[in-house]
């Protein structure tokens, strides 16, 4: 009496009813459902590979735990999730990921952490979640030290991520998982490069190749703070998804890895005339033959001027692969067994998926038909699945993105892709 529930998942969250107020309180956001559906399906897929990937550590740590003391409590796959909220998504996890032993749900505010312990205990769920009530960096770096790290975190902020970071990239365990949430579009399309410089310490340029370059300024941000203490990233999944950012990252560490990491981020050229781009990573500016002097990358464009002048420079972004295709297609199995009735996103997740699947994981950024080609040629535009064959024909690969739609991503250099308009 006096409460209303939102269903959602296997969970339900509790909220106290109000005649006058709409009827879904203010801290719960239906659009993030699509997110929540996911990342329960990444955590449990990773909670299952975890464990089998550390099954002798795992064996060994608790035979040492019982020899100390018979009564020791076995080890226990936990997820932090720092900033949990009403605990909605906490109390997903504790219900629909099996395979992960403890959650610990935390928010900064006093209001949000009475809400968690309401709703864990009305799911039923109280003895998988552990409540803390701290300022998530201060958590996180709490747990800094080795013994204390946890496999999983998940930082879902409002807005950026970015003051998370460094105290995340310690906090989770070597091979673990960070989840990522960036929600300020805005600053990462390109609509205040100078904001974007500031708190991702990348620039970013402004073109239609936007969404895609959000996820990449994200995933240098996380890089950049995981070399800081000897780690380096692999993306698994990495998406941008309606009007955020989500990555799913493992961490790994060591030396060697991480001085590589000069390969994997550099910046991106483009001509705003013709469109065309280009990119390289800072570890290649320095890989110049004969010990010559670099010169730096040049684009081609469409008109008589052979090689374009005003270029923009945008980046340092990341520049490697966003997704382990082996994960996602777990994560897709998953998925397609589960039941839609639980998960009501599963046909779009299944859909975006594939989209992840198909995309070139190896070349980084695309032109829009339309806004890249479209406008330049002043004349009609041949049909995309026409270029995109005779892209192919002339030996290149081609791919859509699942980032957004209408657009090409090759590896065709520019000049082919010209010829081929010009043709037409
Ligand atoms: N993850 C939640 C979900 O899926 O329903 C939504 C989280 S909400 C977008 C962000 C939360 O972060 C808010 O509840 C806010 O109180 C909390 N927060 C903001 N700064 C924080 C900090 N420094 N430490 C811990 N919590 C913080």
New binding site residues.
């Given amino acids: 009496e006096g409460f209303k529930f939102i269903k959602e998942g296997k969970a339900r969250i509790i909220y106290p009813s109000n005649e006058d107020a709409d009827d879904v309180p203010a801290?719960?956001?239906p659009a993030?459902v699509f997110?929540?559906d996911l990342?329960c399906a990444v955590l449990e897929e990773f909670a299952v590979q975890y464990k089998e990937k550390n099954k002798d550590f795992i064996d060994k740590m608790n035979s040492e735990k019982k020899a100390e003391n018979p009564d020791a409590e076995p080890w226990k796959f936990r997820t932090l999730?720092?900033?949990?909220?009403?605990?909605?998504?906490?109390c997903r996890y504790a219900l629909e990921c099996d395979t992960v032993d403890r959650i610990i749900a935390?928010?900064?505010?006093v209001s949000?952490v009475q809400e968690i312990h309401r709703n864990s205990k009305f799911n039923d769920c109280e003895k998988k979640i552990e409540i803390a009530n701290?300022?998530?960096?201060?958590?996180m770096a709490l747990r800094r030290a080795p013994k204390l790290n946890v496999p999983v975190i998940?930082l879902?902020?409002?807005g950026s991520a970015t003051?998370?970071l460094d105290s995340a990239v310690q906090a989770v365990n070597y091979g673990g998982m960070l989840m990522v949430?960036c929600?300020d579009m805005g600053v990462l399309a390109g609509n205040h490069p100078e904001a974007c410089f500031a708190k991702y310490g990348s620039f970013p340029l402004k073109a239609h190749f936007c969404h895609e370059q959000a996820i990449r300024i994200v995933l240098y941000s996380i890089e950049r703070a995981a070399n800081r203490y000897g780690r380096y990233i692999e993306p698994l999944i990495s998406l941008h998804l309606d009007f955020f950012i989500r990555v799913f990252v493992r961490v790994h560490h060591g030396k060697k890895h991480v001085k590589l990491s000069c390969t994997k981020v550099g910046n991106v050229c483009r001509d705003p005339q013709s469109h065309g781009f280009t990119h390289y990573t800072l570890g290649e500016l320095q890989k110049t033959e004969n010990g010559s002097k670099y010169v730096p990358p040049q684009v081609k464009t469409a008109s008589s001027v052979p090689y374009a002048t005003n270029l923009k420079q945008g980046g340092p972004m990341w520049l490697g692969p966003l997704h382990n295709h082996e994960f996602v297609r777990a994560v897709q199995s998953r998925i397609e067994d589960c039941d839609e009735n639980v998960w009501t996103t599963k046909v779009r997740l299944c859909g975006l998926l594939e989209a992840c699947l198909e995309e070139l994981n190896d070349v980084p950024l695309y032109y829009h038909m339309q806004k890249d080609f479209g406008i330049v040629l002043k004349f009609s535009l041949m049909k995309q699945q026409i270029l995109r064959s005779a892209i192919i024909n002339a030996g290149y690969r081609v791919s859509s993105s699942h980032a957004t739609t209408d657009i090409i991503k090759t590896d065709a250099p520019l000049n082919v892709i010209w010829d081929i308009l010009r043709a037409y």
Avoid: C, H, V
């Avoid at 999730?81 to 906490?90: H, I, N, Q």
């Avoid at 701290?134 to 958590?139: H, Q, T």
């Fill in positions: 801290f719960y956001n993030q997110n929540r990342s999730e720092a900033l949990s909220a009403s605990g909605l998504r906490s935390n928010d900064i505010s949000a701290k300022d998530a960096i201060e958590l998940d879902d902020p409002y003051p998370f949430t929600t």
